[in-house]
């Protein structure tokens, strides 16, 4: 096995965007092509390992940038900062999302027509996004995702598939949001489903997270169930 590494420039409007493909150069010909959503802080060494993770499964993973070439935020105002613009906007971060989609595709090692994506904290919310605007995807799956609505997907069906791997305890999404989000995605008319880690914080795959006031804790039982979880869910939509 033979991990590869390219980084791909792409636009969002005038917007420069930098993201990183990941692919395994021993499996022949294009195969599901996967996007890896970042969480506040921009693209990190983090994705950009899950997304290399990804390619060992036999995946080709583009880690996608939502903030702009060079843009990351080094501690939680500047993270906030980042965004915050976003997260008022949710149509421009729909729109961010779809062309990450659109260059995931165009890739000679994607296959087109099999594509999924998967996200952390932020990048939760943001691929919970792509199936909420309609986006032609097979399935995205939220790991400690933000669940607040968009508030602008009204009338729109999901045609991905939705994976939502949540902690139970995590202060930034609340029991009642996790039932509001349940009951979104059935008006959707999403294929859902929702594994809840009791006892278990944001941030439960995150080795670095370590803030039990801010309530962001590292869980390693949550995260070794939730990586396997979305590796079952990846072959239900693509097949071994």
């Known amino acids: 096995m033979t991990i590869r590494e390219r980084i791909i420039e792409y636009r969002d409007g005038d917007l420069l965007l930098e993201g990183r493909l990941a692919w395994d150069d021993e499996y022949e010909g294009p195969r599901p092509g996967v996007l890896v959503s970042h969480a506040w802080s921009g693209r990190s060494r983090a994705e950009d390992d ?3 993770r990804l390619a060992a499964l036999g995946y080709a993973a583009l880690a996608l ?8 935020g080094g501690n939680p105002a500047e993270n906030a900062a980042l965004m915050q613009p976003l997260l008022d906007d949710r149509a421009a ?11 995931l595709r165009m890739q000679p090692e994607v296959d087109a027509a099999r594509v999924a994506a998967i996200g952390y904290c932020f990048g939760g919310l943001c691929v919970l996004d ?16 933000l669940l607040g609505p968009p508030g602008n997907c009204g009338g729109k069906r999901s045609k991905a598939r939705v994976l939502v791997l949540h902690g139970w305890d995590d202060p930034m999404a609340s029991p009642d949001s ?3 989000l349940a009951r979104e995605l059935t008006d959707l008319g999403a294929d859902w489903q ?3 880690y009791g006892n278990t914080l944001h941030a439960f795959s995150n080795p670095l997270a370590k803030d039990r006031a801010l309530g962001t804790v590292y869980d390693a039982k949550a995260d070794r ?3 396997t979880a979305m590796q ?9």
Do not use: C, P
């Open 178 to 180: 996790v039932l509001a």
């Open 194 to 196: 929702l594994h809840a």
């Open 93 to 103: 971060l729909q729109r961010r999302m779809h062309a990450s989609l659109s260059t």
């Open 130 to 145: 792509l199936a909420r605007s309609g986006a032609d995807i097979a399935g995205v799956v939220s790991f400690h995702g």
């Open 225 to 227: 169930r939730s990586w």
């Open 232 to 240: 079952n869910f990846l072959l239900e939509l693509f097949g071994a």
């Open 65 to 72: 940038d939502l903030y702009g070439k060079g843009r990351r």
């Open 50 to 52: 899950k997304a290399e």
